[in-house]
């Protein structure tokens, strides 16, 4: 059995013309000489000669051919070999035997033939379609990095569809970017970058020897992972169309290609959300243990403001005494940080639970006035409490303190002079408690962050952390509640606490 060559596993299903022709060909080459050599064989053994010629030109024709030759082997025969030559018809029963007998065996040996050559070079196109998916693999599991996997992308695809080969892939916002490291053996053209897109937005190949926008000469197959596209490679075929067989492969390969993608991102969004995770490990248990160490110096210095609080020293001049004063003042900022930072702590790490009580929400909102009084002296503050108000159960701590912290932000995030106007109501089956102002409100931008750890808008005035509003939205979490901000229509912001009241009754 002759080998099989790499032009008959490319072709086509069906066979050219040209092998009809052979197949005559070799008809007609045998008959010639044995028209001389019959007195010396006899026809007999011309027609063994001509069942020889059948076998052999099936090793390297299709079935059709080989049909062709065994009937037109077995007309020449009949025709200049046996009597009365030159005739079709046949003298005795026993030369019409022996035609019958050598047509019969001639179909059926070019069948059989052509039926092991089709099996071999169906089992050596699968050979080397399981050759070329498993080097792809190989290629892409050995590779470390992205750019090491495209790179054995582009050199499988291209040593298997004898193409230059590019790779689009998709960045972090969804767009079709030109990949720059992947070694790619062309680069895309202007006219080509939109059918890229299309194959790309579609999900379906386009470009040459396809259905779709075939003018450029590029065939652009998307990349699909769980039925979205991650990328699309590009080949400009160097000879002609791919076959069938060509085309399943190219599908196999991009389904590879594709999942494969797909993992390196998976893991690569993996290793992005640990490193994330262990920073924020490692910054939570250094801010929990420098605040607990600030504590005891903090405790110290406040003792020892107290005592010379109470020292009444005449010597002491007006300028020491405001010098204490600002001592005072910055400890108590100090001290407040450190508490907001361990609350935050707690809140993290799920051990803050609401003790629930009966609270009067009138007597709350006045306590929670009273300690941003001086925050909010400069300010014009309006105060609506709907009078039949019920008594709600609720940590009184906690929700006085995420009230206060939305007053404490109001009064440092507006002029002075300003309006602030605090209101307790109900609504609906909730319990709303708002805190609106005058100022210059929310940055459309930062609104989905205000409540942030840490978050600042990029206008905040400096002093401030960035957990006041964070506590605030824990606190308020912590009774199954919800908080929101808003910017008012005329100016200034609204913030607004909502607790369902059959949760608080």
């Known amino acids: 059995m002759p080998k099989v060559s790499d032009q008959e596993l490319n072709r086509p299903t069906g066979f050219p013309w040209q092998h009809y022709i052979l197949a005559f060909t070799v008809v007609l080459g045998i008959t010639l000489p044995a028209l001389l050599i019959k007195p010396l064989i006899g026809y007999r053994s011309i027609a063994l000669i001509y069942l020889l010629g059948v076998v052999v030109t099936a090793l390297f024709v ?3 051919p080989t049909l062709l030759a065994a009937a037109a082997s077995a007309l020449f025969w009949d025709f200049f070999f046996l009597e009365p030559v030159p005739n079709l018809r046949i003298a005795n029963a026993e030369d019409a035997i022996m035609f019958g007998t050598y047509f019969v065996v001639a ?6 033939t052509n039926r092991i050559r089709a099996q071999q070079v169906a089992e050596h196109r699968l050979e080397r379609r399981s050759t070329a998916l498993y080097q792809l693999t190989r290629g892409l599991a050995e590779a470390a990095s992205l750019d090491q996997m ?3 992308v582009v050199q499988e695809l291209e040593r298997a569809f004898d193409a230059q080969i590019a790779v689009l892939l998709a960045n972090s916002s969804g767009q079709l970017t030109y990949h720059p490291h992947a070694s790619s053996t062309y680069d895309i053209t202007g006219p080509e970058q939109p059918v890229a897109a299309w194959a790309f937005e579609h999900g379906q190949p386009a470009g040459r020897f396809t259905a779709q926008q075939g003018d450029v000469d590029a065939m652009f197959v998307p990349l699909l992972a769980a039925d979205r596209a991650v990328g699309v490679i590009a080949l400009r075929f160097k000879s002609a169309a791919p076959t069938h067989e060509q085309q399943n492969l190219l599908a196999a390969f991009a389904q590879h290609i594709a999942l494969a993608l797909d993992r390196q991102r998976l893991v690569a969004q993996a290793e992005q959300a640990k490193l994330l995770a262990e920073s924020e490990r490692l910054a939570k248990a250094l801010l929990d243990s420098m605040s607990h160490e600030i504590r005891t110096p903090l405790a110290a210095i406040r003792t020892a403001m107290g005592n010379l609080a109470g020292i009444h020293d005449p010597k002491l001049s007006a300028e020491q005494d405001a010098m204490l004063a600002e001592i005072h003042e910055a400890t108590e900022r100090l001290n407040q940080l450190v508490g907001n930072v361990l609350d935050v702590t707690r809140l993290e790490s799920g051990s803050v639970k609401p003790q629930l009580s009966l609270c009067d929400i009138q007597d709350l909102v006045h306590v929670a006035l009273k300690d941003a009084r001086s925050k909010l002296a400069r300010h ?3 105060v609506e409490i709907a009078p039949d108000l019920p008594l709600v159960r609720a940590d009184y ?6 009230f206060s912290n939305l007053l404490l932000n109001a009064a440092s995030h507006t002029p002075p002079g300003t309006a602030v106007q605090v209101s307790a109501r109900a609504s609906n089956g909730s319990l709303l408690l708002t805190v609106a102002d005058r100022g210059p409100g929310i940055a459309p931008t930062s609104i989905p962050r205000v409540f942030d750890k840490f978050y600042r808008a990029p206008n905040a005035p400096t002093g401030g952390t960035g957990l006041g509003l964070c506590l ?5 979490e912590a009774h199954r509640g919800h908080i929101s901000a808003e910017n008012r229509p005329g100016g200034g912001a609204l913030f607004t606490i909502r607790l369902p009241l059959k949760v608080a009754e």
């Open 472 to 476: 605030a939205k824990g606190f308020v």
């Open 397 to 402: 701590a906690l929700l006085q303190q995420a």
């Open 107 to 112: 179909l059926v040996l070019g069948q059989l």
């Open 62 to 64: 299709g079935r059709g």
């Open 380 to 382: 014009k503050l309006t």
């Open 150 to 152: 495209l790179q054995a």
